[in-house]
């Protein structure tokens, strides 16, 4: 980091400060993805620091061992596989066990996401995620930490109210049973409702990590597509106002406006009262991961031109 801005200083004559902020808080990005193909894993040995948590979807139509194998590979590429389990797929405990049993083994696994998931109807024992956070189950197969879903956008399903509940709820079941959380929020394509949800947190005394989350670069297409499954509001126009695709001809949408938005607010916390806290981005990878990881590594490294409408553009290496 120093070594960085003594970098960017000789480059610049003087320290642009608004780089420098955007590009410390990139440095520590993670990721998530579904699968991991060899130019993934090749981006991210590239760039990515070893032992990078990268998080692996459990989408509800797959089975068990497709995750698997990609928490595997992440572990075998040098990186920290970080499952996603969404109970409410879960048909019983015993498949539940075999599961993570097997990916604690062989991985490494440690550390996992626990999220309802978007089944409407549960399959087995667990309707919501403090179920499985208060049974005592993942720390008996030696998780030591879970990461919960925030929603700084809502949730299309779930009112406020009973997200924030459901929120303190798993915060306070983890606590109580020993194990350590952070909190993974749901994609989202404007700075604004993020910063106020943090905001928010932090006054109702929440002092975890905070992994903000970001749609990595896609085509608009396809982030149009996955804010549908992953009921994100987001409209195309509203999308192409946030990610600035009026400057990007080839239809390619980076989240640099809302990363430059939150990580200013960060910053301006910080300088003000107290800060944030701990306060991380985690790119959702639709574009591919190794897309995501070239992006964030060329943020991280300050090689971004600021634009005049509150974004920035990755320059050519
Ligand atoms: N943010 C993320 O990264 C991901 C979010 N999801 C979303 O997670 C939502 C719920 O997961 P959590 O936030 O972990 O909630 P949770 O499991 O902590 O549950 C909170 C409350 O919502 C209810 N609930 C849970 N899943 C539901 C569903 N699919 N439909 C209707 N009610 C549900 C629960 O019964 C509980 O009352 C799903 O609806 C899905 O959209 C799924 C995968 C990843
Ligand atoms: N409601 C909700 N559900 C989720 O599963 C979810 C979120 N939100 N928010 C953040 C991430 C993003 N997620 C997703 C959702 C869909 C695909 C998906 O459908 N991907 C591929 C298929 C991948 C494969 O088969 O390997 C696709 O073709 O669209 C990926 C990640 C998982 N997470």
Redesign the pocket.
């Known amino acids: 980091m120093v070594q960085m801005q003594a970098a960017l200083r000789r480059r610049d004559g003087e320290m642009d400060e608004t780089i420098v902020s955007i590009a410390a808080f990139m440095a520590r990005a993670t990721f998530?993805t579904?699968?991991l193909g060899p130019d993934d894993a090749g981006a991210l040995r590239a760039h990515a620091a070893p032992g990078t948590p990268v998080y692996v979807?459990?989408?509800?139509a797959?089975p068990f061992a497709?995750q698997r194998a990609v928490v595997e590979a992440v572990r075998a590429a040098g990186f920290e596989p970080v499952p996603?389990l969404?109970v409410r797929s879960v048909a019983s405990i015993a498949a539940l066990s075999d599961h993570l049993g097997r990916m604690v083994e062989r991985a490494g696994v440690s550390r996992v996401l626990v999220?309802g998931?978007?089944r409407s109807e549960a399959a087995g024992p667990f309707r919501a995620a403090v179920e499985l956070i208060e049974s005592g189950l993942l720390q008996s197969l030696g998780i030591r930490e879970v990461g919960i879903?925030g929603y700084p956008d809502g949730h299309p399903r779930l009112a406020p109210i009973a997200l924030e509940r459901a929120l303190a709820a798993k915060l306070a079941a983890a606590g109580e049973t020993g194990l350590a959380a952070h909190i993974v929020t749901?994609?989202t394509v404007a700075a604004d409702p993020v910063v106020g949800w943090l905001a928010r947190l932090r006054a109702e005394g929440i002092d975890h990590p905070v992994r903000v989350?970001f749609a990595g670069p896609a085509s608009v297409a396809?982030l149009l597509?996955?804010a549908k499954?992953?009921?994100?509001r987001a409209s195309a126009q509203g999308l192409a106002r946030n990610v600035g695709l009026a400057r990007d001809m080839l239809g390619r949408a980076a989240p640099d406006r809302v990363v430059r938005g939150v990580a200013a607010a960060c910053r301006r916390a910080a300088d003000g009262d107290g800060g944030f806290g701990e306060v991380t981005p985690h790119l959702?990878a639709?574009g591919g991961l190794a897309a995501a990881v070239r992006w964030a590594a060329a943020v991280a490294a300050g090689r971004i031109a600021l634009d005049g409408g509150g974004g920035f553009a990755v320059m050519p290496p």
Do not use: M, N
Request: charged share 20%.
């Open positions: 998530e579904t699968r979807s459990a989408l509800p797959k497709d996603h969404a999220i998931g978007d879903a749901q994609f989350g396809a597509r996955y499954i992953c009921g994100v959702y639709f």
